[in-house]
Nanobody
Framework: QVQLVESGGGLVQSGGSLRLSCTAS????????MAWFRQPPEKEREFVAR????????SYLDSVKGRFTISRDNDKNMVYLQMNSLKPEDTAVYYC???????????????WGQGTQVTVSS
């Protein structure tokens, strides 16, 4: 089992940057693929980015490609989401998720953090 805690959210102007962090508990962090999802106001939760257990493979939501970068540090039990060139439509609660399966579907992730709010002003 793994517990996840996100941090790094906040209020930023359009065009700005934020770096989200997710701290995982447990000794088996490297056994889990990790992902970031987000839920905009009054919308469904959507996939943002994922990374394999080794960190060698990543994939992204089309609208964030070239702006967001997911990475992980298995020695520190951390996963990150660097978000650049932020837009108002990136405003959402961002969630970190973990599962042995490298998936972009929220229903396949067993472990979730509590979320961190990101607000991008225009």
């Amino acid at each position: 089992q793994v517990q996840l805690v996100e941090s790094g959210g906040g209020l930023v102007q359009s065009g700005g940057s934020l770096r989200l962090s997710c701290t995982a508990s447990g000794r088996t962090f490297s056994s889990y693929a990790m992902a970031w999802f987000r839920q905009p106001p009054e919308k469904e939760r959507e996939f943002v980015a994922r990374i394999t257990r080794s960190g060698r493979l990543t994939s992204y939501l089309d609208s964030v490609k070239g702006r967001f970068t997911i990475s992980r540090d298995n020695d520190k039990n951390m996963v990150y989401l660097q978000m650049n060139s932020l837009k108002p439509e990136d405003t959402a609660v961002y969630y970190c998720a973990a599962d042995p399966t490298y998936s972009s579907y929220a229903e396949e992730y067993h472990y979730w953090g509590q979320g961190t709010q990101v607000t991008v002003s225009s």
